[in-house]
């Protein structure tokens, strides 16, 4: 079992910079895979960064160059930067864990980011 915990989330303003955490609960986070996704109101869910357990990373292609993905494994906790935010990108941000990606076993409960104009 792994139990994920996310935060820093907020309120920004467009062009600025905010930096999400999960926490992860177990002995084997370094094994999974970890991914950050996110859903906006009236949307679906969608993928946003991956990082898989050797540091090979994927981003979807809305936030690549602005977004950064990274994890911690000493910390049990992965790390999403996201610069340059935009309006669009206001969501509630999700991470999941996977030991054989792209199915997610384990998930958080969510943080909500808002970007103003």
């Known amino acids: 079992q792994v139990q994920l915990v996310e935060s820093g989330g907020g309120l920004v303003q467009a062009g600025g910079s905010l930096r999400l955490s999960c926490a992860a609960s177990?002995?084997?986070?370094?094994?999974?895979?970890m991914g950050w996704f996110r859903q906006a109101p009236g949307k679906e869910r969608e993928f946003v960064a991956r990082?898989?357990?050797?540091?090979?990373?994927t981003y979807a292609d809305s936030v690549r160059g602005r977004f950064t993905i990274s994890r911690d494994n000493a910390k049990n906790t992965v790390y999403l930067q996201m610069n340059n935010l935009k309006r669009e990108d206001t969501a509630v941000y999700y991470c999941?864990?996977?030991?054989?990606?792209?199915?997610?076993?384990?998930w958080g409960q969510g943080t909500q980011v808002t970007v103003s104009s």
């Open positions: 999941a864990a996977a030991m054989n990606p792209p199915n997610y076993n384990y």
């Open positions: 177990g002995r084997t986070f370094s094994r999974y895979a």
């Open positions: 990082i898989r357990w050797s540091g090979e990373t």
